[in-house]
T-cell receptor, first 110, second 113 residues
Framework: KQEVTQIPAALSVPEGENLVLNCSFT??????LQWFRQDPGKGLTSLLL?????REQTSGRLNASLDKSSGRSTLYIAASQPGDSATYLC?????????FGKGITLSVRP | NAGVTQTPKFQVLKTGQSMTLQCAQD?????MSWYRQDPGMGLRLIHY???????DQGEVPNGYNVSRSTTEDFPLRLLSAAPSQTSVYFC????????????FGSGTRLTVV
């Protein structure tokens, strides 16, 4: 059974800091990995998708990497802003379904 | 706008009542799935489908029923609602080729009293 872990559960940083959010998974036989953002009381917004043949993806200040052999992915956020405050979810795709981590709740202090 | 549409957005049920959460997508996606999100538990898969007429159980299927008669629709039925089913429910869809990841609906917040 695939298990996805995101540690820590919560993180508070000052504005402007570069930060890394970690995601680990137990079964390396995944096809794809997707990072989502969720604001309180809202739905899931897809941030980045890394397909199995790729090692990283970039969108603006966000960069996500995938190392299947070690069962890890990282989401790098450059020059964090208060608007980045949200919960960040990592999900691995295998056998036509997603398995989620419990998320990291990020707070960026002005 | 193309996407995944869930109805209703909010619902209050009494214990023992039944209801159907609706999910529709207009992207011709083969894959559809239902998740529930609970505090401290993250998102857990309830049921999923890889095409019309094909469904399978996820991690937490008990108390829920699904069917997939069309590509577009994937309703989730609560047979006899229990307070433990109080949760936020999300529907998602995807296609294996070309693969662009999963698209999620905006969710249904269900309270069972």
């Amino acid at each position: 059974k695939q298990e996805v872990t995101q540690i820590p559960a919560a993180l508070s940083v000052p504005e402007g800091e570069n930060l890394v959010l970690n995601c680990s998974f137990t079964d390396s036989a995944i096809y794809n990995l997707q990072w989502f953002r969720q604001d309180p009381g809202k739905g899931l917004t897809s941030l980045l998708l890394i397909q199995s043949s790729q090692r990283e993806q970039t969108s603006g200040r966000l960069n996500a990497s995938l190392d299947k052999s070690s069962g890890r992915s990282t989401l790098y956020i450059a020059a964090s802003q208060p608007g980045d405050s949200a919960t960040y979810l990592c999900a691995v795709e295998g056998n036509s379904k997603l398995t989620f981590g419990k998320g990291i709740t990020l707070s960026v202090r002005p | 706008n193309a996407g995944v549409t869930q109805t209703p957005k909010f619902q209050v049920l009494k214990t023992g009542q039944s209801m159907t959460l609706q999910c529709a997508q207009d992207m011709n996606h083969e894959y559809m799935s239902w998740y529930r999100q609970d505090p401290g538990m993250g998102l857990r898969l309830i049921h999923y489908s890889v095409g019309a007429g094909i469904t399978d159980q996820g991690e937490v299927p008990n108390g829920y029923n699904v069917s997939r008669s069309t590509t577009e629709d994937f309703p989730l039925r609560l047979l006899s609602a229990a307070p433990s089913q109080t949760s936020v429910y999300f529907c998602a869809s995807s296609t294996p080729s070309p693969y662009y990841g999963y698209t999620f609906g905006s969710g249904t917040r269900l309270t069972v009293v």
